[in-house]
């Protein structure tokens, strides 16, 4: 599967972001599957002068940075482009890019306005930057820079960002297919069943199914898994369940026999087994543990 660091790496992507720019004056970043890193795609592209003015505010980042973690985050879930107001008032837009069916990445772009602004407007910029507790010749110069944001009307967002999300999508499906050709066919079919263990690990699922998922037969899976990656199927499933099991332990106070269920283990005396033997003590020693390492408020 191509990974957000190979669809940033492509060169194609950075020429075609740059006359992006130069067309429509706006800055498209890449952000991870879960919306949390990124990476400004183009460099060389001057960025909105309100936007970094917001951003230099005592606590103006982390509010950008939450704003566009979130909308990316709700984007993936949908799988569909999503365009929103951030907290300063700037229309975003934020676009999954899928390869076979799985979010790999998100396009992040915008810091525009709908239209040119107003008197009203100044009023409503003012509202929404209380929190930075400017007087008026700090809101002058926000107004100003605020002034200065790319218009583009809302029927021209619409179809540029139909032209992004094709070009993105197309791209990184291209790519990715071009990566298969050029991998291993037994690296393939490995990848094949862990991304089907990934997407399965909490429910009840044989080594066929794994099989099936991966082309290939029980036997050739269990071979080659074993040869590249030095441990069983089984083993690979347990290591998902357990991973995921710590999480709900250190930030839940689900009872055990839930987390065991959650996890894909119809039986908790099954995964008590298994995590004592991953973990070296019980499920219920490591939460005590874990949680002691944790301020109280950080749990759920």
């Not at 690296?187 to 909490?202: G, I, N, T």
């Not at 026999?257 to 995964?271: I, L, P, S, T």
Request: glycine share 8%; proline share 4%; charged share 25%.
């Amino acid at each position: 599967m191509i990974t957000w660091e190979q669809i940033a790496d492509l060169p194609v992507f950075a020429k075609f972001y740059r006359l992006a720019y130069r067309l429509f004056r706006i800055q498209v970043v890449l952000r991870t599957p879960d919306g949390v890193g990124s990476r400004l795609i183009g460099r060389g592209c001057k960025s909105n002068a309100f936007c970094m003015a917001i951003w230099r505010q005592p606590g103006g980042s982390p509010r950008c940075t939450q704003c566009d973690g979130d909308n990316a985050k709700l984007a993936g879930r949908s799988r569909r482009l999503r365009r929103y107001r951030c907290h300063a008032g700037m229309t975003e837009f934020v676009i999954p890019v899928i390869v076979d069916g799985q979010v790999v990445a998100h396009l992040q772009c915008g810091q525009i306005l709908d239209r040119t602004p107003s008197v009203r407007d100044r009023e409503a910029l003012r509202r929404r930057l209380g929190w930075t507790k400017c007087g008026e010749g700090k809101l002058t110069a926000f107004w100003k820079a605020y002034q200065k944001s790319p218009v583009i009307r809302p029927a021209v967002q619409k179809d540029l960002m139909a032209m992004l999300e094709l070009f993105a999508n197309h791209t990184a499906v291209t790519h990715a297919r071009v990566l298969m050709l050029e991998e291993d066919p037994r690296d393939r079919m490995v990848s094949k069943a862990m991304e089907f263990l990934k997407a399965h690990f909490r429910q009840e699922v044989g080594v066929g199914e794994i099989a099936a998922a991966a082309c290939t037969s029980v036997r050739s899976l269990a071979r080659v898994v074993q040869a590249r990656t030095g441990a069983c199927i089984r083993e690979h499933l347990h290591r998902l369940r357990i991973d995921h099991a710590c999480g709900q332990l250190r930030e839940t106070d689900a009872k055990i026999v839930d987390v065991a269920m959650e996890c894909g283990y119809g039986c908790v005396q099954r995964f008590n087994i298994v995590f004592r033997k991953r973990m070296g003590m019980s499920p219920r020693r490591w939460r005590q543990q874990a949680q002691q390492e944790l301020p109280r408020t950080s749990r759920l």
